[in-house]
Structure formats: C-alpha cells, structure tokens
C-alpha cells in the first residue's frame, strides 16, 4: 500500500468498553492511524461524527438507544464518511452487513466470536488493513453512482425458470464496493435473460449467502449462492460462497457444472476471481457470447485470469471505470495490464450487458 501523508483520524464505535479499548488499541499501534475519539451507541456516534470529523469510523452493527445502521443512514446523509461495520456471523448479522453495505458503508470485518479471537493477528492486520483502504475509498461514488431500488418484481416473475441453451455468460470480479455496484447491476436484468451470470464477491463464509438472498429479492432473474455439482442454467447468477474457489467445468455450454473448493487461497483469496476466470478459459464456448467484468475492488485479482479468457479471443473484457468505483484497483490493474476492450460507468456496464446478449 502507498505511504500515507498524515494520521488516519478514527473514531470507533461500540457498546463494549472492552471492545472499544481494544479495538482502539489495535488501531492505535498503526503509526499511520490516530484514535481520536469513541462512542457507546449511535445517537452518541453521530454527535462525536459531527464533532470531530473523522476520517473514518469503525462501527458495530448491534448497540443500544441507536443501532449501527440506523446511526450508518443519519450519518450518510448529514456528514458522510468512510464506515467500517463490525458485524456477527449469525443469519442476522450477515443481512444487517448486507443492508449497512447498501446504505453506504465502505466495507465490514466479522467481529470475533471470542476474547482469544479479538487478540489474534489475523483480527488486527484485518481491521488495520479496512481501515487503510476505506480512508482511500473514493466516498463520493457511493453517493453519486449507486440508488436504492424502490421498485421489486412480483412473485410470478420468480416463478419462470429458463431451462433452454446458455446463449450467453457473463464473469464478473469484484471487491471492495462490489456488493452495492451489483446492487445496482444485478437487479437491472431483464426477465428473460438467455444468459448465466457467475459472480465472484470477496467475502467471508455466511455474508456471501445474504448477498445472493438480497440480489434474489430484487431481481428479475434468480440469484443464489452456488452449490457443488450442481447444473448451470441460463437466468441465473451464481454467487461464489464464502471461503470456497469456484470453477466452472464442461466440455460446451450445454453441460455446465459447478465445483467448489477449498483449494489453497490465491493471492490471498478464496474465492479468487482468477480461479473463475482461469476455470472459463478452459471451456469450449464458441458458440456462445462471453464478457468478463472486472469491478470495484482493492489489489489485483482477477487480471492474470483475464489474461486467460483473453487468450481465447471470443472474451469481451469490461473494466468498471475509476470515476465510479469506491476502490479503483482491481480494474486498475486489468486495464494497465493491456487486457480491457471497454472500461465503463456503471449504467453503461448494465447497458453494455444487454445490447451485447441482445436482450430486449
């Protein structure tokens, strides 16, 4: 990560004394981060928030008087700033994460289940590292670029399962930001669409099938987290779980299956959008369209696994672009690595989809 001019000015949030100490002092050992102040609930968030003016805020989701999301949707709408919620694996916790994502919150980090879990490396290289990345996250685009859908599709939508040939697939890679950008892609496909969507999210095992959960509510086309073995059929988006690679595998379009595993993280991630795109690549898709989409999101995966597809020449390659990403690495990296054909505004990546499968 680049140097950092000046302290990062946190103010962190949580009923927990002793969660609020040791999460003050994880940070606090950063020389780069500086804890400027605290708060017990969210009525006492948003009145330190407008006070101090952080750079960024680490915010637990489950507090007394004023909970993180509700204090999540005042502060995004009176003094925006960069959020990092700390959320609970449970069902509950995982949609809570979900819904604070879409309402404007840069990122999460699952909040240890134990005092053991709260002193390990891993939890304090994690939140430090959220922490760097929201105080780089271009804020505003999430204001700007992102609208929360007011309009859902009736019941009888959900009912018709396309069960003829894939004309079409999409792959689609992303991070940081990504599960509000594909809030706004996802749920724009059409009813009808003759094509088979596979998305990589980085994620943590449980949050990726909320994020499947709240993609299904809004959407024309069925949306689920995939299962292994599995068959593919067109009008689905498959979401890679948590902690699992997926892999596309079959000779055609027409015998298409699902793997996951547990396969040694690559460059640090399971899932890894390399893995899918890898797995693509290996797949005789001739007759079919195919566009890889490579989105919001820290670091660099998912460009050598372009650099597979691309290999096939068949591959249209999309890059999400900087104005409308909250992190700009992942199609940064792609778009220096000579492998993008468009990079695009979030509207013309949902625009671009449609035109391309010929979907009216």
């Known amino acids: 990560m680049a140097s950092i001019a000046r302290d990062i000015r946190v103010v962190v949030v949580d009923d927990s004394p002793f969660m609020r ?28 928030i407008k006070t101090l003016r952080p750079d960024v805020v680490t915010m637990d989701i489950e507090m007394p008087i004023v909970n993180g999301l ?62 760097k ?44 930001g990504g599960p509000r950008a594909l809030q706004h892609i996802i749920p724009s496909i059409p009813k009808g669409f003759p094509g088979s969507i596979f998305i990589v999210q980085h994620m943590p095992p449980g949050f990726t099938k909320s994020l ?8 024309n086309i069925i949306v689920k987290e995939a299962e292994d073995s599995e068959k593919v059929y067109p009008g689905y988006v498959y979401i890679a779980p948590g902690n699992y690679h997926l892999r596309i595998k079959g000779n055609d379009s027409a015998n ?24 693509l690549s290996q797949i005789n898709l001739s007759m079919v369209k195919t566009t890889g989409i490579i989105m919001t999101g820290m670091g660099s995966d998912g460009t050598k696994g372009l650099k597979d597809l691309k290999s096939k020449k068949q591959w249209h390659i999309i890059a999400q672009d900087e104005e409308s990403c909250v992190v700009y690495g992942m199609p940064k990296s792609a778009i220096r690595a000579g492998v993008v054909d468009e990079t695009l505004p979030l509207d013309s990546i949902v625009e671009s989809i449609i035109n391309r499968m010929g979907v009216l």
């Open 21 to 48: 100490k040791i999460i003050g002092d994880i940070l606090g050992s950063d020389k780069n981060i500086k804890v400027i102040g605290t708060a017990k609930n969210g009525r006492e968030a948003i009145e330190v």
């Open 70 to 131: 509700d204090a999540l949707k005042s502060i995004m709408a009176t003094n925006p700033v960069p959020v990092v919620m700390l959320s609970s694996l449970t069902a509950k916790g995982a949609d809570a994460t979900i819904l604070a994502l879409e309402l404007g919150a840069v990122d999460f980090i699952q909040k240890p289940s134990s005092m053991f879990m709260v002193n390990t490396e891993d939890f304090k290289d994690q939140i430090i590292k959220k922490v």
């Open 133 to 176: 990345f929201a105080y780089k996250a271009n804020l505003m685009n999430i204001h700007k670029t992102y609208k929360p859908r007011t309009e859902y599709p009736s019941r009888e939508k959900k009912k018709i399962i396309t069960r003829g040939s894939i004309k079409s697939i999409i792959a689609i890679g992303t991070s940081t």
């Open 212 to 219: 499947a959960d709240r993609l299904n509510s809004i959407s």
């Open 256 to 279: 298409l299956f699902i793997k996951l595993s547990q396969d040694p993280p690559i460059s640090g991630h399971r899932p890894s959008v390399d893995v899918l795109f890898n797995s």
